[in-house]
């Protein structure tokens, strides 16, 4: 299997980072350059039409994108360590936080990047400074929300470690990077204390 993945992208991190937690080999990882366009080349667009990565290219050729269906198709390849739930019960409620983590922290990080930062600005046109800002705002009542749920918690969807922290995890560092966002700084000690506690495992260094 080949994975198409881009340096400093948080969706392929999400996968990399799976593939790191369950200790997963053998994938060969292929490097998208994003700066300089290669998602947006005939080549990509014919294993993504929409010129996003991740994406995995199985070993029969056909090609699996959105980071959660690939970690899904990953989940059921490798089951253990457990990621994603092990019975109907907590694949449910797992997918819910994770859902909730990816439509309201990931997105409005990842839109307030896209539509603020000039780095982003040759991938994300036209660029609409206000509604980047916007969602800038609405990140901080998502990390209000997660802060709150980490202080009942130890982890996002519960007692233990799943997908659903890969992708608050993935989210926060793209946002302390591009949007210097800290979550100590602005009052979400519980989301700090979570965030630097997640950094220390060994498949959150970047791979
Ligand atoms: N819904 C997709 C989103 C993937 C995505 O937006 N990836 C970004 C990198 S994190 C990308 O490929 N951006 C290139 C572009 O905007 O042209 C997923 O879950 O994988």
Redesign the pocket.
């Known amino acids: 299997m080949k994975l198409y993945t ?1 340096t400093f ?7 990399t980072m799976f593939i790191a937690e369950k200790g997963i080999t053998g994938i060969e990882q292929v490097m ?1 350059d ?1 700066a300089a ?1 290669e ?2 080349s005939d080549a990509y667009l014919a294993k993504n039409p ?6 995995l290219e199985l070993d029969d050729g056909r090609v699996l ?6 970690c899904t198709y990953l989940e059921g390849l490798q089951p253990q360590p457990n990621l994603m739930g092990e019975d109907i019960e907590e694949r449910a409620f797992i997918e819910m936080a994770d859902r909730r983590v ?1 439509l309201h922290l990931f997105a409005t990080i ?1 839109n307030c990047v ?1 539509h603020t930062h000039p780095g ?1 600005a040759q ?2 046109q036209p660029q609409f400074a206000d509604f980047g800002a916007s969602q800038g705002e609405k990140m901080r009542e998502a990390a209000r929300w997660l802060d709150e749920e980490l202080g009942r918690h130890a982890y996002v969807a519960g007692e233990r470690f799943t997908i659903a922290d890969i992708t608050a995890y993935c989210a926060l560092e ?1 946002g302390r990077g591009l949007m210097k966002f800290k979550p100590g700084a602005e009052g979400f000690t519980h989301l700090q204390a979570w965030r630097d506690r997640i950094a220390e495992r060994p498949a959150a260094s970047r791979n």
Request: proline share 9%.
């Open positions: 881009s992208a948080p969706n392929p991190r999400r996968v998208i994003l366009l998602n947006r929409f010129g996003r990565v991740p994406a994108s959105e980071t959660r269906a690939i990816e990842a896209r982003l991938l994300e793209f």
